[in-house]
């Protein structure tokens, strides 16, 4: 049986501004080989066709426990997460190429080795990419929230996503959420408190996770008097 595919023809991002600076395309030349991984994509350049395949002991080229990023940005959580946790192998999925860029060239910069990037649709990727119980964690930190009403069915947390997210994750992996958009937090809460294969790990929401930084996006978010919300979500039996 097939996995779920989630957000196949409505997208839970936007493409953004391609272009990038003169530093950031020297660090995508200098490290794409090292860092990016290109899979087949279907009808848009950042879907992934369904017979794509990654053997991701081959790429990193042990076995180790796997996290995955969805939204990854400039790589300022990322990569210092990453480099705590030299024992994970990370996959960070991310469709804004300068931002992909930026983060190649962080990874290079300070030595860490155990990430890799998909330029591609999390969601799809997640589906297609990896095993069923293969994940340790998942990590989607302030995804985009679409505020209008109207624009919500794009919302990457959904029932449907949170099925395949179920799927994926090992039997007590877990999948950490933050959000400074209150109606989201709730949207998200709401949606996963009610999955009969997820258990929130706290009675409200979750405390900071303290190994995330402080972007400069979060912190832009705060001094605006904006809360931020976190959630932790266990993978049960």
């Known amino acids: 049986m097939k996995p779920p595919r989630p957000q196949r023809t409505i997208v839970s991002f936007v493409r953004r501004n391609t272009r990038m600076n003169d530093s950031q395309r020297a660090a995508w030349d200098r490290h794409r080989a090292r860092f990016l991984i290109d899979v087949p ?4 350049d950042t879907s992934i066709a369904d017979d794509a395949h990654v053997d991701w002991d081959a790429v990193f080229g042990r076995q180790a426990p ?10 300022d959580s990322l990569v210092p997460m990453a480099a705590a946790r030299p024992e994970n ?5 991310e469709v804004f190429p300068p931002g992909i860029a930026s983060t190649m060239g962080r990874l290079g ?5 155990n990430v890799r990037i998909v330029p591609a649709n999390g969601a799809q990727g997640l589906a297609v990419l990896f095993d069923d119980a293969s994940l340790t964690e998942l990590w989607t930190f302030f995804a985009d929230p679409w505020r209008k009403a109207r624009h919500h069915k794009r919302r990457l947390v959904s029932t449907e996503f949170a099925d ?9 992996g877990l999948w950490r959420l933050a959000t400074d958009w209150e109606d989201y937090a709730f949207w998200q809460r709401e949606t996963l408190d009610a999955h009969p294969r997820l258990e929130n790990l706290h ?7 303290e190994a995330r930084p402080v972007t400069k996006y979060e912190a832009k978010g705060l001094a605006q008097g904006r809360r931020v919300y976190d959630l932790t979500y266990r993978r049960l039996p």
């Open 66 to 75: 796997r996290i995955v990023e969805i939204g990854s940005g400039n790589g």
């Open 203 to 209: 009675d409200d929401w979750a405390p900071r996770y």
């Open 41 to 44: 994509a279907a009808e848009m």
């Open 89 to 93: 192998d990370f996959i960070a999925f």
């Open 164 to 172: 395949l997210v179920a799927l994926k994750l090992r039997p007590g």
């Open 109 to 113: 910069r300070e030595g860490v080795g």
